[in-house]
């Protein structure tokens, strides 16, 4: 039996469909997929016959749920980290693809969508949430940093886009809309519908015909507990969520990697001044590389992916043993045998 590709691609009438078609590994984004992807974007966007491009995700449980995260363990622990800052620096670039296309895109953030499937997702012109929809950036559990445009998503939603980074809770598709990581709510079973009408139909016209009114977010009413997440470090935030009476969320930050929460806490504070996602994701790419070589994301990997002891051993150990040179350094120039990451900046005027 021949394995079917990792990416299927289709033109059917105006529509140009990419769907992630590794569902036994919730469709992981490898090297190849996110070559795959961008190969296609590139294709399409000279075709006059394509008006609306759409991706989804095969199989029952979700959209992606990140990047091939072991792939890049295995770099890490028996390479030099070459093909990581290889993996990254293409994704990134395909992040800003999807955000700055000169087509509509639709992206179905059906079931799980966690970390790079974000990047692939939450920078489309329409993100479509289902009731089933779990949305997030837990990379702080394996001692990464939130990536792939993250630092500019959440930074955007206030104190709860850090809570999300500093606790790598998921979301479901009110609080997603609520926090400007996707734009419309309708039923799973509307999804097969609206991926036939979008062959010939414009993507508002569809939706509205479909579309449903979220209820209240979950989050937003936990004003207490987000506003503790305005701390200017992550021992304040850790102190004032006690005070609030919200030490389950200090009890969920203190099992995460101290360094990478602290290290998330600055890149949220950064991008608050990027002017650009392209700006973001070049601060992004620079910290991913650092991560790449620290301690924690090799260990996060195999407490949580290989041995499955759910034990890591964080160093440093504690939010208090992190310091602020130890951050800092994370924003670094890449090292010397690291090609850095360059994108185009947008035009002045690009809405």
């Avoid at 590709?5 to 490898?30: D, E, F, K, M, Y």
Wanted: glycine share 8%.
């Amino acid at each position: 039996m021949i394995d079917e590709p990792p990416v299927l691609t289709a033109r059917r009438g105006q529509l140009g469909s990419i769907t992630l078609n590794r569902p036994r590994s919730l469709n992981a984004l490898t090297h190849e997929m996110v070559r795959a992807v961008v190969t296609a974007l590139d294709e399409w966007r000279a075709d006059d016959a394509v008006a609306v491009v759409t991706i989804d995700g095969a199989g029952e449980r979700g959209l992606c749920a990140g990047g091939d995260v072991l792939s890049l363990y295995r770099d890490v622990t028996d390479g030099d980290g070459r093909n990581a800052a290889a993996f990254w620096r293409d994704e990134y670039r395909m992040n800003s693809m999807i955000a700055r296309y000169p087509k509509p895109i639709v992206a179905i953030q059906d079931g799980i969508v966690l970390g790079g499937g974000m990047g692939i997702s939450a920078h489309a012109s329409h993100r479509v949430v289902t009731e089933r929809s779990r949305l997030g950036f837990p990379e702080v559990a394996i001692g990464f940093v939130p990536d792939v445009g993250a630092s500019w998503l959440l930074s955007r939603a206030g104190s709860t886009g850090t809570r999300l980074a500093l606790t790598g809770e998921s979301v479901g598709p009110a609080d997603a809309i609520e926090l400007g990581l996707a734009d419309h709510l309708i039923d799973s079973a509307d999804v097969a519908g609206l991926l036939r009408a979008l062959e010939d139909e414009d993507p508002a016209a569809a939706l509205a015909r479909i579309e449903t009114i979220p209820p209240r977010g979950v989050l937003g009413a936990e004003s207490e507990a987000n506003a503790a997440f305005t701390a200017t470090s992550v021992r304040e935030i850790v102190s004032a969520l006690h005070e609030v009476g919200a030490g389950h969320l200090a009890d969920v930050i203190d099992t995460k990697s101290p360094l990478a929460v602290a290290v998330a806490r600055e890149s949220l504070a950064r991008a608050v001044n990027h002017r650009t996602l392209e700006e973001a994701l070049e601060t992004e790419f620079r910290v991913s590389v650092h991560a790449l070589r620290a301690h924690d994301f090799a260990e996060g990997v195999r407490a949580q992916l290989v041995d499955k002891d759910k034990a890591p051993r964080w160093s440093p150990p504690s939010h208090h043993d992190v310091t602020p040179a130890t951050v800092s350094a994370f924003f670094d120039v890449v090292p010397a045998n690291t090609t850095p990451l360059v994108l185009p900046q947008p035009p002045k005027d690009f809405a």
